[in-house]
Nanobody, 122 residues
């Protein structure tokens, strides 16, 4: 599976962005898809995941109430709608995929996109 993330950019604090992650092939029902992010000088951290079949979602505390992860089964794509962005949301955002079971640990994910940079100005 090859993943292609897009949608990053430079926005002022309080604005919104919608990230997308497209798969090169059909995503099977046993996949879980996730978004992680990595700020300069920091470790990669979990943002949100979604079960491809069930649509079950989970969010990091920093994303709850502001970010929404969704899937488009027909287009084999997931999205991350980010509202009320803050400067601390500045990071490279990565999408990832794994099989069989959800996880918030990056080490559990088998497939990664190349990342898209989100910069939030204060």
């Amino acid at each position: 599976v090859q993943l292609q993330a897009s949608g990053g950019g430079l926005v002022p604090a309080g604005d919104s962005l919608r990230l997308s992650c497209a798969s090169s092939r059909r995503i099977n029902n046993n996949y879980f898809m996730a978004w992680f992010r990595q700020a300069p000088g920091k470790e990669r951290e979990f943002v949100a995941f979604i079960g491809w079949l069930s649509g079950t979602t989970s969010y990091a505390d920093s994303a709850k109430g502001r970010f929404t992860v969704s899937r488009d089964n027909a287009r084999n794509t997931i999205h991350l709608q980010m509202n009320s962005l803050k400067p601390e949301d500045t990071a490279v955002y990565y999408c990832a995929a794994k099989i069989y079971g959800y996880s918030s640990f990056s080490r559990d994910y088998d497939y990664w996109g190349q990342g898209t940079l989100v910069t939030v100005s204060s």
